[in-house]
C-alpha cells in the first residue's frame, strides 16, 4: 500500500507525519519504505542523520508514479513525503495512493490549504473513476500540534467540516518529543510519541481496508 502525506502548505507537520508512520511500521516489524519527493529532502537528510534503518528514496517530482511503482513491489508499505506546495510531485503522489493523509494544525491557513489539498485527491479520483467506475482514493485531514487547552483545534474542526473534509478522529498533540527530534533522537523513542502512532497507524490501516 502507498500512503501519500501531502498538503498545498509548507509546515503542518507532512515530514512529522511520513517519519512516524514509517518508524511505527519499521517497530512492529513491517517492510516499509519511504519515498522523499520534496526537494529539501528533509526527510532523507534527517534518517541519514539519525542512522535510520528506514530505507529512503530521493525522487525527483516527474518520477514519482515510476518510483513508487518499484517501491511498492519491494516493500509492503510505501509512504511517500511531498513538497508543501501544488507541485506535480503532489498530484502525482496523490494519483498513486491507497490513502492520502494531509496534515493540518490548528490553523485557518492550514484548514483552507488542506481543502485545496483535498480537492486534488477528489479530482484524481473522478480521473480514476473514467477507467474503473469503483475507483477510490480515501483522504482524511489529521489535526497536528493539538493543544487541548485552547479552542483553535475546535474551530479547526468546524472548518474542516464546512469544506467537507474528512478528518480522522485521532488527533496528535502538541510535544516538545515532536519538537525536539529535529535536533536530536527519533520521535518515537519517546513513550507517548509512539501511543499517538500506534492509533493513527490503526487508523490509516482502515481508511485502506475500509
Ligand atoms: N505534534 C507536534 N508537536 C510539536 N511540534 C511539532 C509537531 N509536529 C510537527 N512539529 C514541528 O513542526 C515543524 C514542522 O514540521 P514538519 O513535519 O517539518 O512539516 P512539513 O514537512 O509539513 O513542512 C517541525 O519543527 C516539527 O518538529
Ligand atoms: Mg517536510
Redesign the pocket.
Known amino acids: 500500500m502507498i500512503i501519500t502525506v501531502a ?1 498545498t ?11 512516524c508512520l514509517a518508524d511505527h511500521w519499521r517497530r512492529a516489524g513491517r517492510a516499509v519504505e519511504v519515498l522523499d519527493v ?1 526537494p529539501n529532502r ?1 526527510l532523507s537528510q534527517w534518517l541519514k542523520g539519525a542512522k535510520s534503518t528506514i530505507p529512503c528514496t530521493v525522487v525527483d517530482e516527474d518520477d514519482v508514479i515510476d518510483a513508487a511503482a518499484a517501491a511498492e513491489e519491494r516493500s509492503e508499505i510505501v509512504v511517500i ?1 511531498v513538497a ?1 506546495a501544488l507541485a506535480r510531485g503532489l498530484v502525482y503522489a496523490i494519483g498513486v495512493a491507497s490513502a492520502v493523509l494531509i ?1 493540518a494544525r490548528p490553523d485557518q491557513k492550514d484548514a483552507i490549504e488542506a481543502a485545496r489539498t483535498y480537492q486534488h485527491v477528489t479530482t484524481a479520483e473522478r480521473q480514476a473513476q473514467r477507467f474503473k467506475s469503483n475507483a477510490s482514493i480515501p483522504a482524511a485531514a489529521v489535526l ?3 493543544n487541548k487547552r485552547t479552542q483553535a483545534a475546535g474551530f479547526a474542526r468546524d472548518q474542516l467540516a464546512a469544506f467537507k473534509v474528512p478528518l480522522l478522529t485521532t488527533e ?11 535536533f536530536f533522537g527519533m520521535p518515537l523513542d519517546d513513550a507517548a510519541v509512539r501511543s499517538d502512532f500506534a492509533e493513527l497507524a490503526e487508523a490509516v490501516e482502515a481508511m485502506t481496508n475500509g
Open positions: 498538503s502548505k509548507g509546515g503542518p507537520g507532512k515530514t512529522t507525519l511520513s517519519l520534496d528533509n513525503d508543501g496534515p497536528m500540534q493539538v496528535i498533540p502538541l510535544r516538545a518529543a515532536y519538537q525536539n527530534y529535529s
